[in-house]
């Protein structure tokens, strides 16, 4: 089921245009807003309301619905969850505005977008040339965040982990666009949740990408232990695709962030081919 479902959800959402109603981020925003009104942001009140109530209610309705319909409207759930977790329409908007905007060679514009894209540190460049590098960056991290860290939650816990994974996902990240107060406890719970599948994913790159240049960088990250996620991807991702010194100045903006894209989807790919032959041998429901 679980297989089945999230492809299901990855092909709803590369195929169709989903609106804001169809994204997680947009129902759990209205949660914290009502309990804003209820509790203190600051107050671990709060933050048990915001991060485990979603799950709490995900858990209790699948356990309600369990066996109806042979098990279908299960699935159906499960897909639907799915498909509100990895959904990120606000980011692939962002990124075909940015390509735009290169194309029209729009600098000043090419910045704002870049901005808007950081959702763990700033994008701080003055260099146009190491910009697209750097968004790129950030869009192979964000890969991971909807996606490939969606895809482990599946096969960690299902629907209930996808869901706490995208409270504490979407916590940070309105922490950090200054809509709630800092939550350092928020980003030490991703640290563990994500300190092994950072380092898989990682790996993968590895593997579709150039392995001679990536390999070195990614033993050196993986075995130190406070390295944060977002650094084990991002950098892993930049050695695993290293442009050629070749290239010309003109374009490298656009190339690079693009071809740090493509080795984000190649990656993805490689975690559900692997997740199908878990599903195939019987270690996947």
């Known amino acids: 089921m679980a297989l089945f479902s999230l492809l299901l959800a990855l092909i709803i959402e590369r195929t169709t245009f989903l609106s804001k109603q169809w994204q997680f981020q947009h129902w759990h925003l209205a949660l914290i807003n009502s309990g804003r009104k209820l509790l203190e942001p600051t107050s671990i009140s709060f933050a048990l309301f915001a991060s485990l109530l979603p799950a709490l209610v995900t858990y209790l309705l699948l356990n309600l619905i369990q066996g109806w319909i042979f098990g279908l409207v299960s699935m159906v759930l499960w897909t639907l969850i799915a498909l509100m977790c990895i959904g990120c329409v606000h980011y692939r908007e962002l990124y075909k505005r940015y390509l735009l905007s290169v194309c029209k060679q729009d600098t000043q514009g090419s910045y704002h977008l870049a901005a808007q894209l950081a959702d763990v540190e700033d994008i701080d460049i003055d260099d146009e040339t190491m910009l697209g590098t750097r968004v790129g960056r950030q869009l192979a991290w964000i890969n991971y965040r909807f996606y490939c860290a969606i895809v482990f ?103 690079s962030t693009c071809r740090l894209v493509s080795l984000a989807k190649r990656t993805l790919i490689l975690l559900v081919v692997a997740m199908s032959f878990l599903t195939i041998f019987g270690y996947l429901i």
Do not use: H
């Not at 392995?211 to 996620?229: D, E, G, I, K, T």
């Open 153 to 255: 939650m599946m096969i960690i816990g299902g629907p209930v982990a996808i869901v706490f994974y995208a409270s504490l996902r979407s916590l940070e990240l309105l922490s950090f666009k200054g809509q709630l107060p800092t939550m350092p406890w928020v980003r030490r719970v991703l640290f563990v949740l994500d300190w092994i599948p950072a380092r898989i994913i990682a790996f993968a790159y590895v593997l579709v990408g150039n392995f001679s240049n990536a390999m070195s960088v990614w033993l050196s990250l993986s075995v130190n232990f406070r390295a944060p996620a977002y650094d084990v991807v991002s950098k892993v991702a930049m050695s695993a695709e290293q442009m050629s010194k070749s290239q010309g100045e003109a374009g490298v903006c656009m190339q």
